[in-house]
């Protein structure tokens, strides 16, 4: 069974920095688009950072020059270092991994960890 394993959430104050880190049980870990995406309370779901197995990096706007994904694919690991966090970034955050071939289309998620940004 394929488990994506979030880890390195907490409470941090405004300014501060954080970095978490999703390691996947994935074999072709570097066939996977790799994904960070948040929700904060009564928000929808989204986007906050993706790596294609081909080197394109996307951030949302709200995050960028702030936040910076990379993934080590020899540990299947994928990092999300976020600086100068601010309050509105307080949410829950998950780990996506998503890949698609001729034969099937596969699309993991983490169980997500906390991000508090707060006094």
């Known amino acids: 069974q394929v488990q994506l394993m979030e880890s390195g959430g907490g409470l941090v104050q405004p300014g501060g920095s954080l970095r978490l880190s999703c390691e996947a049980s994935?074999?072709?870990?570097?066939?996977?688009?790799m994904g960070w995406y948040r929700q904060a309370p009564g928000k929808q779901r989204e986007l906050v950072a993706i790596?294609?197995?081909?080197?394109?990096?996307s951030y949302a706007d709200s995050v960028k020059g702030r936040f910076t994904i990379t993934r080590e694919n020899a540990k299947n690991t994928v990092y999300l270092q976020m600086n100068s966090l601010k309050p509105e970034d307080t949410a829950v955050y998950s780990c996506?991994?998503?890949?698609?071939?001729?034969?099937?289309?596969?699309?993991?998620w983490g169980q997500g960890t906390q991000v508090t940004v707060s006094f």
């Open positions: 790596t294609a197995p081909g080197g394109r990096i």
């Open positions: 994935l074999s072709a870990f570097s066939f996977y688009t």
């Open positions: 996506n991994a998503q890949r698609a071939t001729p034969i099937r289309s596969y699309d993991y």
